[in-house]
């Protein structure tokens, strides 16, 4: 089990709402990437973060926006929440900018959109 | 843009080795990664490969040939245990950041 910890674990939102996902990441890991999985499908890159700014983004709109601490940890926020937006939330901590050599993942974030 | 090919779906029997075929079509490449899913987990890292050539650790192996886009995760001496969905993934420069792109997995089921 890695020291990456993700909350909460499921979670059920109206279309329009807002919602916030946290990231702890392993201790002295200074880069949090968050990820979304639907179902049956591979994780797709949503944003970097490294040192506390954004570091890359992926094919997603403005409406997904993070943010880092100084400790590291890392919160995913999505505003005007869509059906489509129900997937697997995956936050991964590592050493260096876009993984290194290994990513480490938490378990975690099951969103639906009703 | 980012492309990976893998199988959707591999069948193996316990005891025997599986090998999981990967192509990419990417810029920026700087490696291509495994990982292992199971059924509500979180993906776990199994192998990295930055240069051609065959890396092996345990069970598992990995091998990458740069000129011909493809790498492929080698699984041998099967366990039910490894029944799980395994992504490769590259490592690029996207966006202006370096970035892991997955392939959509392929689902390992082993049988007795």
């Known amino acids: 089990e890695t020291g990456v910890t993700q909350s909460p674990t499921h979670l059920i939102k109206t279309r329009g709402q807002q919602v916030t996902l946290r990231c702890s990441s392993q201790?002295?890991?200074?880069?949090v990437s968050w990820y979304q999985q639907a179902l049956g499908q591979g994780p797709q890159f949503i944003f970097q973060?490294?040192?506390?700014?954004?570091?890359g983004r992926g094919n997603f709109p403005p409406r997904f926006s993070g943010l880092q601490f100084p400790n590291y940890s890392s919160e995913l926020n999505v505003n005007a929440l869509e059906l489509d937006d129900s997937a697997l939330y995956l936050c991964?901590?590592?050493?260096?900018?876009?993984?290194?050599?290994?990513?480490?993942f938490g378990q975690g974030t099951r969103l639906t959109v009703v | 843009g980012q492309s990976l090919e893998q199988p959707s779906e591999v069948t193996a029997v316990e005891g025997a080795i599986v090998q999981i075929n990967c192509t990419y079509q990417?810029?920026?490449?700087?490696?291509l990664s495994w990982y292992q899913q199971h059924d509500g987990g979180a993906p776990t890292f199994l192998s990295y490969n930055a240069l051609d050539g065959l890396e092996e650790t345990g069970r598992f192996s990995s091998f990458l040939s740069r000129s011909d886009s493809y790498g492929y995760l080698l699984l041998q001496e099967l366990q039910m245990k490894d029944s799980a969905s395994y992504f490769c993934a590259v490592r690029d420069q996207g966006a202006g950041s370096y970035q892991l792109t997955f392939g959509k997995g392929t689902k390992l089921s082993v049988i007795p």
């Open positions: 973060y490294y040192r506390e700014e954004e570091n």
């Open positions: 201790s002295g890991h200074n880069t």
């Open positions: 991964a901590s590592s050493l260096a900018k876009g993984g290194g050599t290994e990513a480490f």
């Open positions: 990417t810029s920026g490449f700087y490696g």
